[in-house]
């Protein structure tokens, strides 16, 4: 059956004596009405058709308790995809379409419900449909893909739909060039043909505005769109059927540069102050604009003065802003420069001081504000300042006369002033009995920060302070007299509290105090308005209250400008940014609060307006009556605009509030289209939106099925009908049978009547009834009956996976033929049509380990293939590993063997020679014992084989056992001399196995382990030197040698000659037992000769090393300490060669020596002819003549010199060139 079969007639029978039976299942359905009818309906329960067969067992109460079964194969239903819905262009009609079917059938037949046709037989699943003129007029067409040779199953279907649409086409619109600072773009995108949506794109990273799915959206570039100066804005249509798109380009020309000069700051009793700004790109023309009631000398010249004037001076700071003109199409461009006027240098000394004559000083605190701290100090007495006179804060010493004098005048002057003047202050030191106290100047603190800097001063006589306080804050040490004083919130709620320094003293002096008042401040407010609501880009009236401060200053989160952005009231002039982006936030923060910290408040500008659109009600209708009267309303202005998420049109036009609406065909496809009425001419402001929903009803289209061939006699049939866009459906028969559950189930199961079968068959009819607005549609299918099919591939087989071929014997009952399948690799001998074929296995098929052959039934007249299952066992042939192949030396010693084996019960070892195994020749790991004509051979050959193997034959493998010693010694030595280290290194090979031991006699008594190893000889003669080397099998091997030990070189020299440099020395050796010479002459020389000679450049002390090496290789040095000094006067000497190849060495040809009064060096070359000369020492000639190279060759010089002590050298000679 089917597994769509929901029910199953059984046909039990009783004969003999038995009068009742019972059923029994290995499914988990139910029999009705019960188990005890022989008649019974098997109910298929949902877990059965996974098992795949069910067997029912009829069990009868006869004296023998006959049986009898059935098997119930449930085959699955088949499944069928024809592929996804396609949309073409009207020129692109060849169509690739891909489908699959699966579960009861691989095999489907494509069919059309146009009048196109198929490349390729229409059972091709992959296939390609030609498309007919027809199709194309009718903007599409419906493939249909129904699975066939689905045996007892109803054959299943898929349709495909395909779409074939105009080409679209779409326009971004003509390129386009903005500035940098005026670059929101309008755009004007246009389409045709079938493209009815769309989506821009960008380059860079700028925005669309409302978003980039609008035609005629504004694009706003971002700064990394304006950096970069030219981009790409792309329209494609999304759902066009050819992709269309288009592109223009955006090029963004630099704004105006404009820079008004740094920031200055001037003493405030300068007011003619220069200004000097710079503009350049399109424009190099701008107007100076001020803050200050001053006078610009000429407003239109970048370098130019102002005047200040009396209230800018009081103002403090002017700010001059610098803006573009000429500007083309970019919007102006301004920067800003502030002065700064700084309040002229105060110079304070400090109060006067009283201080106690018992102490030797006074600590000062001289002060500059408004300038460097920088000043000096001078007194009237004869007192000192430490640790100097230019420290702000020094102590003076005051001396005898001082104190005898009753007071002294002290003065501290400013320096490094800048702009402006210097400044000086006095301070008067009377001398008394009382002690000094500064409690510092008065303070304002803000209620918010109620934390106070003392600054106190003592001296005179004074060892410390003490702090109070009239309130009731604390102090962090009440004994610092520059400790921090914490106000409490009385102190605060107070406004002010006085702080009293006492000093503490000792001895004669009296003790003194001072006060310091501390005032509180109340912390500032401020509030920017109330939110505004605007609803184009016009100026917006601001107006701040601010309460603790002398003013605000005004910042956008937008790109909008202030009229004047330090005014509290003032106006906000929104950028078209702005305004495309909704909304934009304004902060006010106060100025001029000290000693408070700033508050803000913010402010939001919403942009909108009032305009509304209603598009009217939602509207369905059927696709056979598509167009659709509109009725649009519009408030806050009189004109709109349709817009269609679809493919249709307006008529008369879009701006029609009363058009009709023409759908196009992707309109059908879409089902529900958006009509969006938006508002027009809404100066400014966004527009008003409305949607109306437009569903069209497609008619109704039903698919009843294929036909249904029943193969296994009458029984019920699972339907599989698809029916779309319909409400209800609804089956008819021409026969007498039944539908369950009901008719109106759209995959009922239909179960044929006797008398349906008596007619050979019935049609069945399937309506689908549309919606209210569409009309029905109606299919037909055919149920018939057909032949018995029984194959039987024969009993299951075990054999060796040896690559023999496997003889197959099927049989056929009730058709003509069968055909062999497998799950292996190999092939079929002659062919698979062969009942009685032979199979031969591919090299896969052996690794499987079983392989199923499956006979199926052929000639099946559309009814599933009988088929039945052949297994056959694979087994892998057994095999056997006797080992590596082993060595030994000792031939009389029992010999471990490590055999290994696989898929066999066992093995047995045999030997070509005449030993024996123990524990017996059965055990894989057995000891072979040689023989004496085992060893007399040298080697034999131990054979293991596999046994017991009943399916394949018999593994053999063998391993060599040689009696031979591997090893062959041998060693090198090094550096035989008497008391030094003598070098053994073992050079041995070996045949196979490796060497693990070494052992040494050196022949002096003395021995040694390891590859590598030495030892030292007292003596001087020949020792014989032996070495013993052991393999890992237990052998060894040995060799001598004989080593001839001689005595170590003497080494010894000395040395003649002047010891000046630039003079040659000659040393002598004196060593004794070398061969080799080797010096160091302490200068970065050296020598291998044996009696060199060298001469110094420079004076010093050289330690000069010889080593000398004898013939076995063994060295010894000596060395001698030189001192060389300069030489005063030295004769001219000349090197008789030079190489000037650029290598950095005798790279020059200079006379030495000297030093000389007079110098006068010639060269000639070969012909006589003068190519160089000279009169400087230090200029040499470098191997050129008029700037170009000479050849290699010899060269002729004559030098007539003068040296300090009034000699004269005449000098000639030759010189050989050599690049």
């Given at each position: 059956?089917?597994?769509?079969?929901a029910t199953v007639?059984?046909?039990?029978?009783i004969?003999?004596?038995a009068t009742q039976?019972?059923?029994?299942?290995?499914?988990?359905?139910?029999?009705?009405?019960?188990?005890?009818?022989?008649n019974?309906?098997y109910q298929v329960?949902a877990g059965?058709?996974?098992?795949?067969t069910?067997t029912?067992?009829?069990?009868?109460?006869s004296?023998?308790?006959?049986?009898?079964?059935?098997v119930?194969?449930?085959?699955?239903v088949?499944?069928v995809n024809a592929?996804?819905?396609?949309?073409?262009?009207?020129?692109?009609?060849?169509v690739?379409?891909?489908?699959?079917?699966g579960?009861a059938?691989s095999?489907?037949?494509?069919?059309?419900?146009?009048?196109?046709?198929?490349?390729?037989?229409?059972?091709?699943?992959?296939?390609?449909?030609?498309?007919s003129a027809?199709d194309?007029?009718?903007q599409g067409?419906?493939?249909?893909?129904t699975?066939t040779?689905?045996?007892?199953c109803a054959?299943?279907?898929?349709?495909?739909?395909?779409?074939i649409?105009?080409a679209?086409t779409?326009?971004?619109?003509v390129d386009q060039?903005?500035?940098?600072?005026?670059?929101n773009?309008?755009?004007?995108?246009?389409?045709?043909?079938?493209a009815?949506?769309?989506?821009?794109?960008?380059?860079?990273t700028?925005?669309?505005?409302?978003?980039?799915?609008v035609?005629?959206?504004?694009?706003?570039p971002?700064?990394?769109d304006t950096?970069?100066g030219s981009?790409t804005?792309?329209l494609?249509?999304?759902?066009?059927?050819?992709?269309?798109?288009d592109?223009m380009?955006l090029?963004?020309t630099?704004?105006?540069?404009?820079?008004?000069?740094?920031d200055?700051t001037y003493?405030?009793?300068?007011?003619v102050?220069?200004?000097?700004?710079?503009?350049s790109g399109?424009?190099?023309?701008?107007?100076w604009?001020?803050t200050?009631?001053g006078?610009?000398?000429?407003?239109?010249?970048?370098n130019?003065?102002?005047?200040a004037s009396?209230a800018?001076i009081?103002?403090g700071q002017?700010t001059?802003?610098?803006?573009s003109?000429?500007n083309?199409?970019?919007g102006?461009?301004?920067?800003?420069?502030?002065?700064?006027l700084?309040?002229?240098?105060i110079?304070?000394a400090g109060?006067?001081?009283s201080?106690c004559?018992?102490?030797?000083?006074?600590?000062l605190q001289g002060?500059?504000?408004?300038?460097?701290?920088?000043g000096?100090?001078?007194?009237?007495?004869?007192?000192?300042?430490?640790?100097s006179?230019?420290?702000?804060?020094a102590?003076?010493?005051f001396?005898p006369a001082?104190?005898?004098n009753?007071?002294v005048?002290?003065?501290?002057?400013?320096t490094?002033?800048?702009?402006?003047?210097?400044?000086?202050d006095?301070?008067?030191?009377t001398f008394?009995?009382?002690?000094y106290?500064?409690?510092?100047?008065?303070q304002s603190?803000?209620?918010n920060?109620?934390?106070?800097?003392l600054?106190?001063?003592?001296s005179?006589?004074?060892?410390?302070?003490?702090?109070?306080?009239?309130g009731?804050g604390?102090f962090?040490?009440?004994?610092n007299?520059?400790?921090?004083?914490?106000?409490?919130n009385?102190?605060?709620?107070?406004?002010?509290v006085?702080?009293?320094m006492?000093t503490?003293?000792?001895?004669?002096?009296?003790?003194?105090?001072d006060?310091?008042?501390l005032?509180?401040n109340?912390?500032?407010?401020?509030t920017?308005?109330?939110?505004?609501?605007?609803?184009?880009?016009?100026?917006v009236?601001?107006a701040?209250n601010v309460?603790?401060a002398?003013?605000g200053?005004w910042?956008s989160?937008?790109t909008?400008t202030f009229?004047?952005?330090?005014?509290?009231?003032?106006?906000?002039?929104p950028?078209a940014?702005?305004?495309l982006?909704?909304?934009v936030?304004?902060?006010?923060?106060s100025?001029g609060?000290?000693?408070c910290?700033a508050?803000?408040?913010?402010l939001?500008?919403?942009f909108?307006?009032?305009?509304?659109?209603?598009?009217?009600?939602?509207?369905?209708?059927?696709?056979?009556?598509p167009?659709?009267?509109l009725?649009?309303?519009?408030n806050g202005t009189?004109?709109g605009?349709?817009?269609?998420?679809?493919?249709?049109?307006f008529?008369p036009?879009?701006?029609?509030?009363?058009?009709?609406?023409?759908?196009?065909?992707?309109?059908?496809v879409?089902?529900n289209?958006?009509?969006?009425?938006?508002?027009?001419?809404?100066q400014?402001?966004?527009?008003?939106?409305?949607?109306?929903?437009?569903?069209?009803?497609?008619?109704?289209?039903v698919?009843a099925?294929?036909?249904?061939l029943l193969c296994?006699?009458v029984q019920?049939?699972q339907?599989?009908?698809?029916?779309?866009n319909d409400?209800?459906?609804?089956?008819v028969?021409?026969?007498?049978?039944?539908?369950?559950?009901d008719?109106?189930s759209?995959n009922?199961v239909?179960?044929?009547s006797?008398?349906d079968?008596?007619?050979g068959?019935?049609?069945?009819?399937l309506t689908?009834y549309?919606s209210?607005?569409?009309?029905?549609?109606?299919?037909?299918?055919?149920?018939g009956v057909?032949p018995?099919?029984?194959?039987?591939?024969?009993s299951d087989?075990d054999?060796?996976?040896?690559?023999?071929?496997?003889?197959?014997?099927?049989?056929i009952?009730?058709?003509?033929?069968?055909?062999?399948?497998?799950?292996g690799s190999?092939?079929?001998?002659?062919?698979a049509?062969?009942l009685?074929?032979?199979?031969?296995?591919?090299?896969?098929?052996l690794?499987?380990g079983q392989?199923?052959?499956?006979?199926?039934?052929?000639?099946?007249?559309g009814c599933?293939?009988?088929?039945?299952?052949l297994?056959v066992n694979l087994?892998?042939?057994s095999?056997?590993?006797?080992?590596?192949?082993?060595?030994?030396?000792?031939?009389?010693?029992?010999?471990?063997?490590?055999g290994s084996?696989?898929?066999?019960?066992?093995?047995?070892?045999?030997?070509?020679?005449?030993?024996s195994?123990?524990?017996?020749?059965?055990?894989p790991?057995a000891i072979?014992q040689?023989?004496?004509?085992?060893?007399?051979?040298?080697?034999?050959?131990?054979?293991?084989?596999?046994?017991?193997?009943?399916?394949?034959?018999?593994?053999?493998?063998?391993?060599?056992l040689?009696?031979?010693?591997?090893?062959?010694?041998?060693?090198?030595?090094?550096n035989?001399?008497v008391?030094?280290q003598?070098?053994?290194?073992?050079?041995s090979?070996?045949t196979g196995?490796?060497?693990?031991g070494?052992?040494?006699?050196?022949?002096?008594g003395a021995?040694?382990?390891?590859q590598q190893?030495?030892?030292?000889?007292?003596?001087t003669g020949?020792?014989t030197?032996?070495?013993t080397v052991y393999?890992?099998?237990g052998?060894?091997a040995?060799?001598?040698?004989t080593?001839?030990v001689?005595?170590?070189?003497v080494?010894?020299?000395?040395?003649?000659?002047?010891?000046?440099?630039?003079?040659?020395i000659?040393?002598?050796?004196s060593?004794?037992?070398?061969?080799?010479?080797?010096?160091?002459?302490?200068?970065?020389?050296?020598?291998l000769?044996?009696?060199?000679?060298?001469t110094?450049?420079?004076?010093g002390?050289?330690?000069?090393?010889?080593?000398?090496?004898?013939a076995?290789?063994?060295?010894?040095?000596?060395?001698?300490?030189i001192?060389?000094?300069?030489?005063?006067?030295?004769?001219?000497?000349l090197?008789?060669?030079?190489?000037?190849?650029?290598?950095?060495?005798n790279?020059?040809?200079?006379?030495r020596?000297?030093?000389?009064?007079?110098?006068?060096?010639?060269i000639?070359?070969?012909?006589?002819?003068?190519?160089?000369?000279?009169?400087d020492?230090?200029f040499?000639w470098d191997?050129?003549y008029?700037?170009q190279?000479e050849?290699?060759?010899?060269?002729?010089?004559?030098?007539?010199?003068?040296s300090?002590?009034?000699q004269?050298?005449d000098?000639?000679?030759?010189?050989t060139?050599?690049?």
């Amino acid at each position: 059956i089917c597994a769509s079969t929901a029910t199953v007639q059984l046909a039990g029978s009783i004969a003999g004596n038995a009068t009742q039976g019972h059923w029994t299942t290995t499914g988990a359905g139910s029999f009705v009405p019960n188990a005890d009818d022989a008649n019974a309906v098997y109910q298929v329960a949902a877990g059965d058709a996974a098992l795949g067969t069910l067997t029912f067992t009829w069990s009868v109460n006869s004296c023998d308790n006959a049986a009898d079964q059935m098997v119930l194969t449930i085959v699955p239903v088949s499944t069928v995809n024809a592929g996804s819905d396609q949309t073409v262009c009207f020129g692109s009609l060849n169509v690739v379409i891909n489908g699959s079917v699966g579960g009861a059938s691989s095999t489907g037949v494509w069919s059309t419900l146009g009048s196109g046709s198929f490349a390729n037989p229409a059972n091709a699943l992959a296939n390609i449909y030609q498309a007919s003129a027809q199709d194309s007029i009718a903007q599409g067409v419906d493939l249909v893909l129904t699975a066939t040779n689905t045996g007892s199953c109803a054959a299943a279907s898929d349709t495909l739909h395909i779409a074939i649409l105009p080409a679209g086409t779409v326009s971004a619109g003509v390129d386009q060039t903005f500035c940098a600072n005026n670059a929101n773009v309008q755009l004007a995108g246009t389409l045709s043909g079938d493209a009815t949506q769309v989506q821009w794109s960008t380059s860079g990273t700028g925005s669309f505005y409302p978003s980039n799915t609008v035609l005629t959206p504004t694009y706003v570039p971002s700064a990394i769109d304006t950096a970069i100066g030219s981009l790409t804005l792309t329209l494609s249509a999304v759902n066009t059927c050819n992709n269309a798109s288009d592109a223009m380009t955006l090029t963004l020309t630099p704004a105006p540069y404009v820079n008004a000069g740094p920031d200055q700051t001037y003493c405030d009793q300068v007011s003619v102050f220069p200004l000097s700004g710079t503009i350049s790109g399109i424009t190099n023309v701008g107007q100076w604009t001020t803050t200050g009631t001053g006078t610009i000398a000429n407003a239109g010249s970048m370098n130019t003065t102002y005047t200040a004037s009396a209230a800018d001076i009081a103002a403090g700071q002017i700010t001059f802003t610098l803006t573009s003109l000429n500007n083309g199409n970019c919007g102006p461009v301004s920067d800003n420069m502030t002065i700064f006027l700084t309040d002229g240098i105060i110079v304070s000394a400090g109060p006067d001081q009283s201080v106690c004559v018992a102490s030797d000083h006074a600590n000062l605190q001289g002060t500059i504000t408004n300038g460097s701290p920088s000043g000096t100090w001078t007194t009237t007495g004869t007192g000192t300042f430490q640790p100097s006179a230019d420290v702000l804060n020094a102590q003076y010493y005051f001396s005898p006369a001082d104190v005898a004098n009753g007071a002294v005048v002290l003065t501290f002057t400013a320096t490094n002033t800048g702009t402006c003047p210097s400044g000086s202050d006095q301070m008067t030191l009377t001398f008394g009995n009382t002690s000094y106290a500064y409690a510092g100047a008065d303070q304002s603190l803000c209620a918010n920060a109620p934390i106070a800097q003392l600054a106190g001063n003592f001296s005179g006589g004074a060892t410390g302070v003490q702090w109070t306080t009239s309130g009731s804050g604390t102090f962090s040490n009440t004994t610092n007299p520059a400790a921090t004083y914490t106000l409490s919130n009385a102190d605060i709620a107070a406004g002010a509290v006085t702080l009293t320094m006492t000093t503490i003293t000792s001895g004669s002096c009296a003790a003194a105090s001072d006060q310091v008042l501390l005032s509180v401040n109340a912390i500032p407010t401020i509030t920017a308005g109330n939110d505004v609501i605007a609803c184009t880009a016009g100026p917006v009236q601001l107006a701040a209250n601010v309460t603790g401060a002398t003013g605000g200053s005004w910042t956008s989160s937008g790109t909008g400008t202030f009229f004047d952005a330090n005014a509290l009231a003032t106006f906000y002039y929104p950028s078209a940014a702005d305004s495309l982006a909704g909304s934009v936030t304004l902060t006010v923060t106060s100025t001029g609060m000290a000693p408070c910290s700033a508050v803000s408040d913010v402010l939001t500008i919403s942009f909108g307006g009032g305009y509304t659109a209603q598009a009217g009600n939602d509207v369905i209708t059927c696709s056979t009556s598509p167009n659709v009267a509109l009725s649009g309303v519009v408030n806050g202005t009189t004109t709109g605009v349709w817009t269609t998420s679809g493919t249709g049109s307006f008529s008369p036009s879009a701006t029609d509030l009363n058009a009709t609406y023409i759908p196009g065909a992707a309109d059908f496809v879409i089902g529900n289209i958006n009509l969006v009425l938006s508002t027009t001419n809404n100066q400014g402001c966004p527009a008003g939106r409305d949607t109306l929903v437009v569903s069209y009803h497609v008619p109704p289209t039903v698919n009843a099925g294929a036909d249904h061939l029943l193969c296994l006699g009458v029984q019920p049939v699972q339907l599989n009908a698809t029916a779309l866009n319909d409400s209800l459906v609804h089956w008819v028969t021409t026969g007498t049978g039944s539908f369950s559950p009901d008719a109106n189930s759209l995959n009922a199961v239909y179960t044929p009547s006797a008398n349906d079968s008596i007619q050979g068959g019935v049609y069945l009819i399937l309506t689908a009834y549309g919606s209210g607005t569409c009309g029905n549609a109606s299919d037909s299918l055919f149920i018939g009956v057909g032949p018995t099919r029984i194959a039987n591939a024969g009993s299951d087989m075990d054999v060796c996976a040896d690559g023999s071929p496997i003889q197959l014997g099927g049989t056929i009952t009730g058709v003509s033929g069968g055909t062999w399948t497998t799950n292996g690799s190999g092939s079929f001998v002659p062919d698979a049509n062969a009942l009685n074929a032979t199979y031969v296995p591919s090299a896969p098929d052996l690794l499987f380990g079983q392989l199923s052959f499956v006979l199926s039934t052929t000639g099946n007249m559309g009814c599933p293939a009988g088929t039945d299952t052949l297994l056959v066992n694979l087994h892998q042939p057994s095999t056997a590993n006797a080992g590596l192949d082993i060595s030994t030396c000792d031939a009389s010693a029992p010999v471990q063997l490590n055999g290994s084996f696989t898929g066999a019960p066992g093995v047995q070892w045999t030997t070509s020679g005449s030993g024996s195994f123990s524990p017996g020749n059965t055990a894989p790991n057995a000891i072979y014992q040689p023989s004496a004509a085992d060893s007399a051979m040298q080697q034999v050959f131990l054979v293991l084989t596999t046994t017991g193997d009943p399916y394949c034959a018999a593994a053999v493998d063998s391993a060599l056992l040689s009696f031979t010693n591997p090893l062959n010694p041998a060693f090198t030595f090094s550096n035989t001399c008497v008391g030094s280290q003598t070098a053994f290194v073992d050079a041995s090979t070996t045949t196979g196995l490796p060497i693990i031991g070494w052992n040494w006699d050196f022949g002096n008594g003395a021995t040694g382990a390891g590859q590598q190893t030495g030892t030292t000889y007292a003596d001087t003669g020949l020792y014989t030197v032996s070495l013993t080397v052991y393999a890992q099998n237990g052998c060894s091997a040995t060799t001598s040698q004989t080593v001839q030990v001689m005595a170590s070189p003497v080494a010894g020299f000395n040395y003649s000659g002047e010891l000046f440099t630039e003079e040659a020395i000659a040393f002598t050796d004196s060593s004794q037992g070398g061969n080799n010479w080797q010096y160091d002459f302490g200068d970065g020389q050296g020598s291998l000769d044996r009696n060199p000679v060298h001469t110094f450049l420079e004076a010093g002390q050289y330690v000069v090393v010889q080593t000398v090496t004898n013939a076995a290789g063994c060295s010894t040095s000596d060395s001698l300490l030189i001192a060389i000094q300069e030489n005063k006067i030295v004769p001219p000497k000349l090197p008789d060669a030079f190489s000037p190849n650029g290598d950095g060495v005798n790279d020059v040809f200079y006379v030495r020596g000297g030093p000389f009064k007079e110098l006068h060096l010639r060269i000639y070359n070969g012909w006589g002819e003068l190519i160089f000369e000279s009169t400087d020492p230090l200029f040499g000639w470098d191997g050129t003549y008029k700037g170009q190279p000479e050849i290699n060759g010899t060269y002729v010089y004559t030098v007539v010199a003068t040296s300090t002590d009034g000699q004269q050298h005449d000098r000639a000679g030759k010189l050989t060139l050599i690049r």
